[in-house]
């Protein structure tokens, strides 16, 4: 019997069934339902996503790496988000041999920056960019861990794009289903591309 995770969507388009595809699609499919769903953390309401247990799997962790890598064009910056983002976004430019961008919150980091306020699930916060961390023109490759409702991202975009950047693509490791960040991603910065590995 092929095997299936519950609420699990592959990222290859047949329903999360592993039973005749290849080894690495299986060992793909396998790291991604490592992440476990834990309720009403960090407040009721959120369906918070632990991607521990998939991280403390080498082999796992790797799979996932080896993938995103693949979905990143030769000759960009790999710009991840504090503080999830950037467990992927630096492993991802290792990968490729191309430089990370941290995207930081407030305060963290020294020098001129540049900041960009969004509104979240469970609050408000700040991220921001190092004035002289891109040249304009730069491609740069979005990497965060979960898409939700989207305000997060756009405002990484915004900010990468005000410091004269040129946003490829929007990656992330799981998608949620049912919340509009998709679409609102796709309203404010029509023509980026956004790829999940997994929606849940």
Do not use: C
């Amino acid at each position: 019997m092929p095997a299936r995770a519950s609420g699990f969507k592959s990222p290859f388009g047949h329903n999360g069934y592993i039973g005749s595809y290849g080894w690495w699609e299986v060992e793909l499919t396998r790291a991604l339902e490592l992440v476990r769903e834990v309720p009403d953390f960090p407040s009721v309401g959120i369906l918070f996503q632990d991607i521990a247990p998939m991280l403390a799997d080498g082999s796992a962790f790797h799979s996932v790496i080896r993938e995103f890598a693949s979905r990143v064009p030769e000759q960009s910056f790999v710009a991840g988000i504090e503080a999830r983002g950037f467990i992927f976004a630096s492993a991802i430019a290792h990968e490729k041999a191309i430089g990370f961008i941290p995207m930081r919150k407030a305060g963290k980091l020294p020098g001129d920056v540049l900041s960009q306020s969004y509104g979240l699930e469970y609050g408000h916060d700040v991220l921001e960019i190092q004035k002289d961390a891109l040249s304009h023109g730069d491609n740069v490759v979005l990497v965060d861990d979960v898409l939700a409702t989207g305000g997060t991202i756009v405002a990484a975009i915004d900010l990468l794009l005000s410091a004269g950047a040129v946003v490829d693509r929007v990656l992330v490791l799981i998608e949620i289903s049912g919340l509009p960040g998709r679409e609102i991603i796709a309203r404010k910065h029509p023509g980026i591309e956004v790829s999940a590995l997994v929606i849940r």
